[in-house]
């Protein structure tokens, strides 16, 4: 486990940089994570991803299905790639501070 | 870190495969160097949950120290005493390696890195000299001349890097002329780690996660009946019509059990609409099931134990829910399980019956034993029957070829069904050159727990041979869809085609069958199921 320091956000982080505690997430960490994903500025685009994630995670206790995420926020994957450039699972879910997904993925 | 966009293809075609200088005993690795090559420690909750041995903290492959046991040495060779004792197949394989070198260059990881430890033969001996320090008397009496070697930390380190180096892809036994089992050696290697404590996380957390939730990813039954419906819903949008998801009914006639990631990720995702279909059309009596909710048992890649916790399930939910039969869908290792471990370890199951078809009357012998078979076997089947209607000019805007996923080809021989659906479902179908295929398929490079990020460099060299033959399929035949019938492959053959085979895609084969398959009422099919218009549709509109 590390400590990633930004600003004045300390949080604990795994290797690739996800929260270790999902649940001390805020905006502001948002920002912090967002900086180590080469994006450069969180957008309302951007936002509209990573609170329809918050929202899902909350309630299921996982990221939303990939093609789920693209239909109900209204964008194509590829759009979600060009915001968040690791992708759905491992850039945006990071920037919302959920864990990484494992297994077949 | 390595990331794709830092490593370059013209760098990794640049593979030496002189043996290095230095002794082959010199066990010493840098991991700092070898930074792309290796995976993170299993995560000490995942490794709690499992009541699995572990340090206080977590360590990483680059620390000088791996916070091993005091007492590691003697737990290492009492467990290597045990499993000799217990595996006549290990002993068998200790003892009988030729050094023929047929094995050597059938390795996706030696062709693709030119390490000489990654020749079948040489992991083996990695294993195979400690053995005869140990075990034999010349060993014993005449130690490095007869290639014995002290287990040492360095060595115990070097296991971690090559035995966490190889698929379990069994692609060198279909060479060796003694059919020893590369992969049955690895096995029992990462077994004697995780009892020291080093295991990878990519499989420790997915493990944890099955026998917390059932599935890999950690879904939750609300999860996983929110993920379905809205599966249903999107194929709705593609055919037009109603589609129920039955999940835990009790009384179903069939058990149908897949991947986790066919309900998450992408192109995975595309299969489960092909299932979907199918099932609709044919009426089928099947359920889902929320605790039976993977098919996937990363079990296989850590040890027996762990394979037989993670497989208990399968029949418990078959009984609970008082089905005939299982039937499992599109997962590479899973079918190595159930083909030949779960019977032995989860015996005769009474309360099951030997597979038959309802739609064709078909018995499924072959599965008297598991009362389970593979839905490929059951698709080739209605259609050998003439059951499905199929317009293959609906996949004509794909040229596919087909990856014989390891398991599926080498653990069950399934090499012909997918073929069959295949050539009825699509019009351009194309293979790839005969030595890349069927039983000697190559591994997509990243399988048996190894599919993690900073395990990249890795699985692109591993991914070179499958690349390679993919290339040649797409300059020779305009190939622009690989497809598969592993949800391993289908998370990591896009990384491996991005590189080595720019522009194609990867899918699963009932996806082919959902897109070619005329259902009773629906509406004009404008697109596939992944929302692309057909050929000749291309005024359509995205769904």
Known sequence: MATFEWEDVKIEVDEDGFMEEPDVWNEKV??????????????????KVVNYLRDYYKQFGIAPMIRKLCKQSGFTLKEIYDMFPSGPAKGACKVAGLPKPTGCV | MSSEENLKQEDLLKVDYKPAAKDWQDPTIDFEAKR??????????????????????????TDEDWLLPENWKEIILDGLRLRLDRFRTL???????????????????????GDAKNMPVLRAELLRSVYRKEYTLAGKLMGKMVGARELTIPVLKEWFYYFYQCTECRRCSVFCPYGIDTAEITMLVRELLAEVGLSIDWIVTPVANSFRTGNHLGIQPHGFVDSMEFAADDLKDIIGMDVEVPINKKGAEILFIIPSADYF??????????????????????????????????????????IKRLNAKTYEEAKRLGVRYILGGECGHMWRVYHQYM?????EQSNLEVPKSPITGTVFENAKTTKMIHIAEFTADLIKHGKLKLDPSRNDHWTPTYHDSCNPARAMGLLEEPRYILQHCCNNFVEMPDNTIR??????????????????EMRLRGGLP????????????????LLCMCAIDKATLPAVCDFWAPGVQVGGVHEM???????????????????????GKEGAKDV
């Not at chain 2, 629906?522 to 692309?532: C, F, I, S, T």
Request: hydrophobic content about 35%.
């Open chain 1, 30 to 47: 948002a920002l912090a994570l967002a900086s180590t994903e080469a994006v450069d500025e969180l957008t309302e685009d951007h936002w």
């Open chain 2, 265 to 306: 990720a992408e192109p995975h995702y595309y299969t489960l609409l092909g299932y979907m279909a199918l099932f609709k059309e044919i009426g089928l009596d099947y359920t889902f099931s929320t605790f039976a909710s993977e098919g996937g048992n990363f079990g296989l890649f850590h040890s027996h134990e762990m």
């Open chain 2, 36 to 61: 792309g090559n290796w995976c993170y420690s299993g995560v000490l909750d995942s490794l709690d949950y499992l009541d699995m041995p572990h340090p206080e903290k977590k360590w990483a492959p």
């Open chain 2, 91 to 113: 002993r068998l394989f200790m003892d009988t390696c030729v050094r023929c070198g047929a094995c050597a260059d059938k390795c996706h990881f030696f062709i693709g890195s």
């Open chain 2, 513 to 535: 069958v959902g897109n070619a398959l005329i259902m009773t009422g629906e509406e004009e099919r404008k697109v596939d199921l992944r929302g692309q218009p057909l050929s």
């Open chain 2, 439 to 456: 039983e000697k398929t190559f591994c997509c490079g990243s399988g048996a727990g190894l599919g993690t990020d900073e395990n990249l």
């Open chain 2, 343 to 347: 019977s032995t370890m989860q015996g």
């Open chain 2, 466 to 481: 499958r690349g390679n033959a993919v290339k040649y399929a797409q300059d020779k035949y305009n190939a622009n869809i």
